[in-house]
């Protein structure tokens, strides 16, 4: 019979009520929609039509025990993801933290897609007729970097912020795209579109496929409940909201905290962080899989015909026809949306790319600090705004958030690796604190191997 254990607050901290615009999981959303969303499946829809759709459920449920275990973890310990696997193994940390910085060189191509919405905008108001496509989104996109960084630098509580700010977003979004139904066009379209999510005539790719679009297949794959790297950025959300035992850490920028060992498991604690925990991915997951469904049903309806796909400096620009459905501003709030929205998404990708720069700089050594570890997140702010302004010049967004794609298949693999090492340990230390169970390491085993599988996929095909 198992013995009771006393509740110690010091260890198993109360858990602080969870409102709905005070989750991770709406961020997590948020970044989501603006990483896949927007960009490539409309891009899909417009060009192959409803052909890969029914990979859409596959990958949604894909993401969702790996977003699970790494907020689990979080929360369960108060450790970032980058500390625990410097616990794990620092040979594994620094290998997977270096590729780690190589696929997030590239995400200021959010804020060029900005930029690509920001210049159409002034070209239609006839103030942008000077300046090319090209010119005039990098401009836009270089002010967006500007005037967003003291808004991650100047204050000390950066997370609430950011929190608000994209948690507004992906209700706004959600809310508007829920609106498109009082179109008959968007209502007729809708049937078409769900049954090709569980297609019964078999599958196979359309005539018209391209193997140069194997990255943004995958990548849009990917992006359906935030893949690749971008998972591991759940963890410092987490983190940073204190939840579970994040509430012990007294600041946001705190990253080496010394927790009590527990001398038990208080089994009702662990019960609800769980249930926390899993709805707050369900908010994530599923609210981007249905957002990203009615977004293809917005495309089917208005760019299958359209005659142009978008591309080049006109990334986020074609799409605007999804909202034509809205007489005269229908356009031009697309417009406004999608610049809002990628570089809010730009921000929020910053702001935690930084902390798990931080998390691994500082636990690299695995001894406490006494410096403020804030100066290192500014350090981090900064050198990640000139090294995403500088790869903004390099290439178009489509090439920058397909580098970014691919890298993120491949680590799709190394964090579902990682995530199991960490529940096979337990498992084998007979730790209830740390094991998720069999079931979530049946999950991400199956995960691993639906990435593995498209990964070889472009790797054959696609290169």
Request: contains cysteine.
């Amino acid at each position: 019979m198992k013995s009771k254990v006393a509740i110690d607050q010091s260890v198993f901290p109360q858990h602080r009520p969870f409102r709905f615009f005070q989750r991770p999981g709406l961020v997590l959303m948020a970044l989501s929609q603006g990483a896949g969303e927007l960009i490539w499946w409309p891009y899909l829809v417009a060009k192959y039509g409803l052909s890969f759709l029914w990979i859409l459920p596959i990958a949604a449920v894909a993401q969702y025990p790996i977003n699970y275990a790494l907020g689990y973890y979080t929360a369960a310990s108060g450790k970032g993801f980058f500390r625990l696997l410097a616990e794990l193994d620092k040979r594994v940390a620094c290998f997977i933290w270096m590729l780690f910085a190589l696929s997030f060189i590239w995400f200021g191509a959010y804020a060029t897609s900005a930029g690509t919405a920001g210049a159409e905008i002034i070209k239609e108001m006839g103030a942008g007729n000077v300046a090319s496509d090209q010119a005039l989104s990098l401009m836009v996109a270089s002010l967006i970097v500007v005037a967003c960084l003291p808004f991650l630098t100047v204050k000390r509580t950066v997370w609430v912020n950011v929190q608000r700010v994209l948690s507004f977003a992906a209700v706004a979004v959600t809310a508007i795209l829920l609106l498109s139904f009082a179109s008959r066009s968007v209502r007729s379209c809708a049937l078409p579109v769900l049954g090709a999510l569980f297609p019964s005539g078999g599958i196979r790719l359309p005539n018209n496929w391209q193997p140069r679009d194997w990255p943004i297949l995958i990548s849009g794959l990917l992006f359906t409940g935030l893949g690749g790297f971008w998972n591991v950025l759940y963890s410092y959300m987490v983190k940073a909201e204190g939840v579970g035992r994040n509430a012990q850490s007294g600041s946001e920028f705190r990253f080496d905290e010394t927790f009590e060992s527990p001398s038990g498991v208080d089994s009702k604690w662990l019960s609800q962080l769980r249930k926390r925990i899993h709805c707050d991915v369900a908010i994530g997951v599923v609210g981007n899989f249905i957002t990203t469904v009615l977004i293809c049903i917005l495309a089917y309806s208005f760019l299958t015909n359209y005659g142009e796909i978008p591309s080049g400096w006109r990334l986020v620009v074609v799409q605007k026809e999804m909202f034509s459905w809205i007489p005269i501003v229908g356009p031009y709030l697309f417009l406004l949306m999608a610049f809002f929205f990628l570089a809010d998404t730009w921000v929020a990708t910053t702001d935690s790319v930084a902390r798990a720069h931080v998390d691994f700089w500082v636990n690299l050594r695995r001894r406490t600090t006494v410096f403020d570890q804030h100066k290192y997140y500014v350090s981090a702010v900064i050198l990640l705004t000139g090294l995403t302004a500088g790869t903004m010049y390099i290439a178009q967004p489509r090439t920058l958030l397909m580098i970014n794609g691919i890298i993120s298949a491949l680590a799709m693999l190394l964090v579902i690796g990682v995530l199991m090492a960490i529940g096979f340990k337990s498992a084998k230390q007979e730790d209830r604190w740390w094991n998720a169970g069999v079931t979530l390491l049946t999950f991400l085993t199956c995960s691993g191997f639906f990435y593995a599988v498209s990964f070889v996929l472009y790797w054959i095909h696609g290169r």
